[in-house]
């Protein structure tokens, strides 16, 4: 059995580090790779401690240090290892480039200029070298080792020229120390504002892991009349424990209230900035805030089961199911780093032999060309854009799985949607109950049934006799199946057989007016009239859907006449009425042969047809299950909007990823050719390539405000 597996990882320092990471772990067998490079962590799945030592030691062969042990998150107040690496080397550094205007002879010697190259190389070993080397060992070289080249050479050039020179002026014709110090500096420099800048991109997440309280009130002697209460650790909570939660306080966990009554801010995790009102009975999760009442609820989810874990845990590992364009970005990242440092050994020969150039200024140009091609950009181009949106979006109450999905939104040609619970509310109005007999354990066999069941309809019923002094004690059955898109069948300790559901499985035949039947032993005791609302936002969504050229259709399990009906009114294209589960998934199946179907629902019946539509989307109040499916989670009050929100976000996301795709490949293109033309000095062209990654990460911080 596999388990997920996290380990902190120390020397990732850029993009480019974490792909290589992630192809190594996947060419070695490890499967659910996943790399984190902002946070310095790699999960993936494990089959034991044997597994876990095996990936420590890739991991190690690489030039990173992994282990099993979390890294403490950086204070606010304290410094980065790395800004205190960038500082060292500005110390080392700004001297070197004093020189160039100041000529006190002491400061151009020999010795004062190795000292300090030496300190910023020395730094730069440090931060760079052990990943340069280990991805070279593995013969996947990354950026490090174009920064560590160029620093290098120029620092090797540099001591040989003092060793052949005849003079000291001579020398000063070979002296590139200054050179060596700027490459690691300014790569430093843009590494510290690519790290706050990244930062940035995932402050969602930041958010929504600061809306975990970290304490809990739990009850004690609950029931009795020394009940009291005792301040706990959120780690110590366990499912079943009764907490107590008062005016202004984080609620700590999922669960169902049984006493008391407040009103909850949920609008960090739905969207929604108008607080609902909870009662007896009604849920709550982990995150939101009690802003007035009191209320005693019984823990259902704790930890890491809880929706605002799931939340965030979605969110975090959504960027990994990447947008087709950027397999090609990835391609050419393979290739990047040997083919710079092939035209960086070409421009030197070119240079030197054939356009008669001094092996000095060659030198220079090549030296350039190393240090002025950046894959980083081409590995931030993508991810940064796509963390920012699925990060926006579910600020706004919309749960996205994968950057995938911003591709294939674009492509669908027809939507499907459940009815129940998705183009309606699932809210059901009781229109009538008739009952055939007098006999009062009726509604109590009709109440008890429908507690096994989370459809809907089910709740409906529930909700509407649990006031009932005919309801208030529930019957036990032996047996009980629920078969979804049917009903409920079960028997009681005397061998009675009990059908409750659509009137298409009932025992005997029946009037297609009624949605619910109630048999026992074929005798029919009870049948229901129920009306269910239309979503207040369906008909202008449906509207926009055909502004689009995109087909709708009803896939439900309801009658022939309710289906019609609602399809008429919102202006859906087709419907299809008294669905089972398989039926549903097999029209999914057959339409995805010809063209791009999304699925939209929210029930268990539902879970078989998502998974097979080429795009699926979830209520976020439906079963648990069909969530887990969704590829999108729509969580607003007004969950149907949530389409063309998505739409007019995937469509600016793409741009944003165009535009950083652009400018990773035409900086390259244009920047190679400078350098090894001898028109960008190293200095300068470290800078510049520094700057580069910021320029893509701060073009995707554009989609925040969308």
């Known amino acids: 059995m596999s388990n997920k597996t996290t380990l902190s990882v120390k020397g990732m320092t850029c993009a480019s580090c974490a792909q290589g990471i992630d192809r190594h772990l996947t060419s070695k067998g490890i499967t659910g790779v996943h790399v984190f490079y902002d946070s310095g962590e790699v999960e993936f799945e494990s089959i034991g401690e044997q597994q876990t030592d095996f990936v420590i030691t890739e991991i190690n062969k690489l030039g990173y240090q992994a282990s099993g042990l979390k890294i403490e998150d950086q204070n606010e107040k304290n410094y980065s290892p790395l800004f205190i690496k960038t500082i060292l080397a500005l110390i080392a550094t700004i001297p070197l480039w004093s020189t160039m205007t100041v000529s006190v002879t002491w400061m151009h010697s020999f010795l004062f200029q190795i000292i300090l190259s030496s300190i910023a190389l020395i730094i730069g070993l440090h931060h760079f070298g052990k990943s340069a080397l280990g991805s070279m060992l593995q013969l996947r070289p990354n950026m490090d080792v174009l920064i560590m080249m160029g620093a290098i050479t120029s620092y090797i050039y540099s001591i040989v020229g003092y060793l052949l020179a005849f003079s000291h002026d001579e020398w000063m014709n070979y002296n590139f120390f200054e050179t060596t110090a700027s490459i690691i500096t300014f790569v430093l420099i843009g590494n510290l504002i690519e790290e706050k800048s990244l930062k940035r991109t995932n402050s969602s997440i930041s958010a929504l892991i600061k809306m975990q309280p970290s304490k809990a009130r739990r009850i004690t002697n609950a029931y009795s009349n020394n009940e009291g209460s005792v301040e706990i650790e959120i780690e110590l909570l366990n499912p079943n424990d009764l907490l ?65 874990s799931s ?37 030197f020969f070119i240079n030197n032999l054939l356009l008669d150039i001094s092996a000095t200024n060659s030198m220079l140009r090549a030296i350039a060309v ?70 009062v354990l009726t509604p109590r066999i009709l109440f008890s049934l429908e507690q096994y069941s989370s459809h809907p309809i089910a709740k409906s019923i529930i909700a509407h006799l649990e006031n009932s002094d005919l309801a208030n004690a529930s019957i036990a059955f032996h047996e009980v199946q629920e078969i979804k898109g049917k009903g409920i069948f079960a028997k009681d300790k005397d061998g009675n057989e009990y059908y409750l559901g659509s009137g298409k499985f009932a025992p005997i035949e029946t009037d297609s007016k009624y949605q619910v039947y109630l048999f026992k032993n074929k ?20 509207e926009w859907l055909k502004s689009e050229k995109i087909k709708t259709t009803i896939l439900s399990g309801d009658t022939n006449e309710r289906c019609k009906s609602i399809a008429k009114e919102l202006g859906i294209d087709h419907y299809f ?52 499916t969704g590829e999108i989670i729509l969580m607003t009050k007004k969950p149907l909007e949530g389409l063309n929100k998505i739409k007019e976000l995937s469509q600016f996301t ?53």
């Open 244 to 308: 107590l939660v008062n005016s202004g306080d984080k609620i700590p966990a999922d669960g169902l209230i049984y006493e008391g009554f407040g009103l909850v801010d949920a609008s960090a995790l739905t969207g929604e900035s108008i607080p609902e009102s909870k009662s007896v009975n009604d849920k709550v999760l982990a995150g939101t805030i009690l802003l007035e009442g009191s209320i005693k609820f019984i823990v259902e989810k704790c930890g890491n089961d809880t929706s605002l």
């Open 311 to 347: 939340m965030i845990d979605l969110v975090k590992k959504s960027t990994f199911k990447k947008p087709a364009i950027q397999k090609l970005s990835d391609k050419i990242s393979l290739v990047f780093v040997p083919a710079v440092i092939g035209i960086s050994i070409i421009t």
């Open 370 to 439: 190393l240090v002025i091609s950046c894959p980083c950009a081409m590995g931030l181009a993508i991810p940064t854009a796509v963390a920012v949106s699925i990060g926006n979006a579910a600020k706004k109450g919309i749960l996205i799985k994968g950057g995938d999905v911003f591709d294939k939104i674009q492509n669908i040609e027809e939507i499907v949607f459940d009815k129940t619970g998705t183009l309606t509310t699932g809210k059901f109005k009781i229109e009538t109950i008739n009952y055939t007999n007098d006999d």
């Open 523 to 542: 005798e029919l005791l009870a049948f229901i009239e129920l009306k269910d609302e239309i979503r207040q936002e369906a008909k202008e969504v449906i």
């Open 577 to 628: 009425s008294q669905q089972l589960p398989q039926e549903k998934a097999d029209y999914i199946e057959r339409q995805s042969k010809t063209h791009a179907v999304a699925m939209i629902g929210d029930g268990i019946n539902d879970a078989a047809a998502l998974s097979l539509a080429n795009l699926s989307l979830a209520i976020g109040d439906g079963s648990s299950i069909a969530i887990s």
């Open 654 to 706: 793409n741009k944003i990823i165009r535009q950083n795709l652009f400018w990773a490949f035409i900086y390259n293109i244009i920047a190679i050719p400078f350098a090894a033309t001898g028109l960008l000095h190293p200095m300068i062209a470290s800078l510049s390539m520094g700057f580069s990654d910021v320029i893509v990460i701060g073009n995707s911080l554009r989609i925040k405000s969308k």
